[in-house]
């Protein structure tokens, strides 16, 4: 290799309300209802400011699972909750998950243009079809349709939307009438400082990376292994390509779960607690949900079967993420644990997305190594508690990465586009 | 004399928002309350701009203090229980000083073939649903006890199990907010908007009972008229104090949405 790559790395934060891990609500630093206090998320803002993070961003669903013992279930409204946040910062870019099967194109369009523009541009949109019958018993469903329909209404939704953020610069009312929407009409918002939002993807399925090729500006992606990353990588970027867009028009940014620590014994150290201080039973439900099997039925001791290891019989239904499930499937093949053995694991590693436990010097080597790897644009930092990990990350892991030249010193651009786009260009393959 | 309520149209909202001046002389006003973008639903917009009412509205709680606020709402082209979400989470970011009014037809929304009729009967129904989610979770079940490692008593949040015009399951996925449910007021519009169940409607908005800007008047022309009012001022603190309103009536008998949470056994 004679061409190291250069420029900087992209930087998100995945803001699991109070981290994610569910014993975060006890950290000292928390009040008990920190979740909903403005305080806790202008103190979000700030602090990812204060190491110029390029942007954050908040995962979502219409529905409620049980908080008893986590607060990761409540969840203020995203576009609400950030467009607060906008009004406390002025530079980090401020991302919304919201679903195309709960949402109607023209009132989500509008909503998310009007706070791009009350943020001088710096929305993004992170479009996700949503699984699930308990959100769908919220919407008057009985279930949510199937995965198929489910992605074809979101690429005709995201083209309505597009076309609806067109109409605001225009003037010009659109004529959309297609399979799910029929829409006459334009927007009267003003086009934002970026003109319109950033669009962004989540998840692993074809559909949802073909999607991701076709309009996506930025991946949120779930990937354990750097050679798989790598793959995943060209494979979005070639799509990107194959719709004549420039590789470079669509960012790459993994998920890592992140417990930090100034030792690596001090990092597992205060890992192991906040297990500990966690529900046993969560780990169990959260394999079931994610590999499509009743993991409590598996002996903890014996490795696992292999007809548990297959695909699920029918992917149409299958209520978990395909992606999270491939990476996971990968990560128990290679090693072959007990059921125990990987439960215990993944503790330090992570599932479904990367887990990292170290210092943040150690932290730095990695997102160097997958940078220069190609495997990465960047990474979507998910710490197990925002309170104190969030200012590790700007105040420690940043400043490595800038003496390193992988990050900006100061805000060089105002809008989450700008952010993106100065990043570094995508390397060869 | 009395208080003073304010609605302002799309073009004040771009006004309001832009302009840091304007903002701290509308934020130094002893107002009621101001509707943000009364033209939405009072048969006069839509204007040439505007701004989504929720988004504004989450923009002025973090750029404001005092001032009271109502975000403006249609069943038009939205979902129940994502605008219960929004109503919800302005309050607690606002502290209790937002609320939502609700009318028929949104003027600036494009038609939606096959929707639901655009009446009072949708609306009305619709801000049903938005209470009894926002009731669905009490605030004090959130306890963080750190001892049994039980952060929310979540046996008492319930389902709503509404079944009107809107089937909605529930319960909604954020706490209702500490000052209480939010203020549900509402705009009739039209011979046939009477309300016969008003339960869920705090507040009947109407030209009568609110300051509308003549045709063309821009934002500083407002305050400037405003502040040379002689009006009652209303002091400083959630929406539904100021106006004297009590918390609304709570559903009992709800079906839990939890089992009672054990005590929680470290690995």
Known sequence: MTDRRTGHVILGINVLVLGYLPAAWQSPLLAKDSFVDPAYWEGIGRTAERGTLDAIFLADGPALGDPAYDANPIKLEPTVNWGYVAGATSHVGLVSTASTTFNDPYELAQRLLSADVLSGGRVGWNIVTTRGAVSARNFGLADVPLRDDRYERASEFVDVATALWESAATGHDIHHHGEFFDVDGRLRVPPSAQGRPVLLQAGGSAKGRALAGRVAEG????????????????????????????????????????????????????????YDAGPASYSIGWLSQSIGYDASKLELDEPFPEDVLAAPADPQTFQGSIGFRESIVTQIRRTNPTVREYLKQTRYTGSGHAGFVGTPEQLADHIEDWFHAGAIDGFNLQPDVLADGLEVIADELVPILRRRGLYRHEYETTTLRGHFQAAAPTPAW | MTHLALGLAGPHLIELAGNPALLARWEALPLAYTVLGIDRIDGSGPSPVTLDSSAIGASLAARTRQARFLIVASPQRDQPYNLARRVASLGHLSRGRSGVLFGAADAYAVPEPGGLPLTAATAIDAARVVRALEQSWPYDSVIGDRETGILVQSDRIVHIDHDGVYSVAGPLNVPEPPTGASLIAWYPT?????????????LIVGPGTLLRPVAGQSLAEILTDIESRAF???????LRAALGLSAPARAVGGRPAFAVPAPNPSL
Not at chain 1, 233 to 238: A, D, E, F, I, N
Request: overall charge negative; hydrophobic content about 35%.
């Open chain 2, 190 to 202: 039209g011979p046939d908007d009477v309300v016969a169940d008003s339960a869920p409607i705090d």
């Open chain 2, 232 to 238: 009652t001022p209303v002091p400083p603190g959630p």
């Open chain 1, 219 to 274: 991946v949120f992606a779930a990937e354990l292994t750097k050679q798989q990353a790598i793959e995943h990588y060209r494979l979005v970027k070639g799509y990107a390509r194959d719709n004549g867009r420039s590789p470079d028009d669509v960012k790459i940014l993994p998920g890592l779960l992140l417990s930090l620590g100034s030792t690596e014994e001090e990092a597992k150290r205060r890992s192991d607690e906040l």
